[in-house]
């Protein structure tokens, strides 16, 4: 196994093995939380965090049965399924990000794949997203590479595309897309020399020796994620896993802030994002996260479809905690 306990322990390796995962895992926590405070700081300023926004442009009626989302056809939520949103009403939303502060702007839409007819105005979205001056991010379910060619050539920076969790649990999460599937797709990203963005869920009734494996999967990949998104579950109403967690509890707020170190020592080049669920989390948990490496979070009142910490509950978290927001790399 590596010594992790030499001081300087950044280097990106992609042949982590799942003992050495778990035995960071394992550490007890102030060791934990400082392994990964220093190799944040060795790469990056731990007073900026990276600030995204997003849209659900495209809502609800998904084919596929995610077993956690609000916007599965599988699921009776009671969600309102709507048509991909008219290219001017993205801009609208997309300026108020940017005027609110955001650097990224991430299309979402509730696709359980791309039709090559929704292109033409995916392209154009993307491309006057761009010219405001905005990062770009979409996640519109699997992709081909002709279709990923396609929307990097039209300023697309970013692919999210989430393992969700371990190859171990994953058909206790959905069963309607394989976990090769996901594989492919964020090949297919990568492979166009687009950014990707993958991450997954924390909290789906997954033992900690899964959180082990998916974080493993996302630490071996051909290349590290340039985004990580780490979800903490929000729980929805009739989803199965939103029930199951309403019955068993998530993971403990801890074990959270343990996931997000992990991710940060073995990917240390990373923007690790603290994800959905800050509306439940306190300043205290999300100043640990920010501790461990976390320096990415997602503003703006709404996620897709669930809400998020408005703007004042967030200004005052950074402001109470000197962060900066993360200057717009363009
Ligand atoms: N439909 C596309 C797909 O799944 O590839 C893109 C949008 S999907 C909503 C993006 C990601 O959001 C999921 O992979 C999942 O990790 C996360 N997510 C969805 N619902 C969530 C929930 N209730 N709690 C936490 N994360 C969630
Ligand atoms: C990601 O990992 N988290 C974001 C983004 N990628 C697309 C989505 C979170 C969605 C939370 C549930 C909702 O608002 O519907
Ligand atoms: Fe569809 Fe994405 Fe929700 Fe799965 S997570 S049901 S693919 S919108």
Request: aromatic share 6%.
């Amino acid at each position: 196994m590596a010594d992790t306990s030499h001081p300087v322990f950044n280097a990106v390796r992609n042949d982590w093995t799942k003992p050495e995962i778990a035995a960071l895992f394992d550490l007890p926590f102030m060791e934990l939380v400082f392994r990964a405070a220093t190799v944040h700081r060795q790469n990056f300023d731990p007073n900026e965090v990276q600030l995204s926004q997003l849209l659900s442009i495209k809502t609800g009626g998904c084919a596929e049965n995610c077993g956690y989302c609000s916007q599965s056809s599988h699921h009776d939520t009671g969600l309102k399924a709507s048509k991909l949103m008219p290219v001017d009403e993205v801009l609208t939303a997309a300026k108020a990000a940017k005027d609110g502060g955001a650097q990224r702007f991430c299309m979402g839409a509730a696709w359980r794949d791309l039709k090559d007819r929704d292109v033409p105005a995916l392209a154009s979205m993307i491309s006057e997203v761009k010219a405001m001056g905005l990062e770009t991010c979409a996640t519109l379910g699997m992709i081909t590479p002709d279709q990923a060619k396609t929307l990097k050539d039209a300023g697309l920076d970013y692919y999210n595309h989430n393992l969700d969790t371990s190859p171990e649990y994953y058909s206790k999460v959905v069963t309607t897309r394989t976990y090769q599937e996901r594989l492919d797709t964020l090949e297919a990203v990568r492979d166009v020399g687009m950014k990707t963005c993958c991450g997954g869920i924390v909290g789906l009734g997954e033992a900690r020796e899964d959180r082990v494996s998916f974080l493993h999967q996302i630490a071996t990949l051909p290349a590290h994620p340039d985004s990580i998104p780490i979800n903490n579950l929000v729980p929805v109403a009739n989803t199965p896993l939103g029930i199951q967690a309403k019955v068993k509890g998530g993971v403990s707020p801890i074990e959270f802030v343990r996931t997000i170190a992990v991710a940060r020592i073995l990917c240390p080049k990373s923007m690790v994002r603290l994800s959905a669920g800050r509306n439940e989390m306190s300043e205290e948990l999300q100043a640990l996260c920010f501790m461990s490496g976390a320096n990415s979070i997602f503003v703006g009142d709404q996620l897709l479809t669930t809400p998020n910490p408005e703007r004042g509950t967030d200004a005052h978290l950074l402001q109470s905690l000197g962060l900066r927001a993360m200057a717009n790399p363009q």
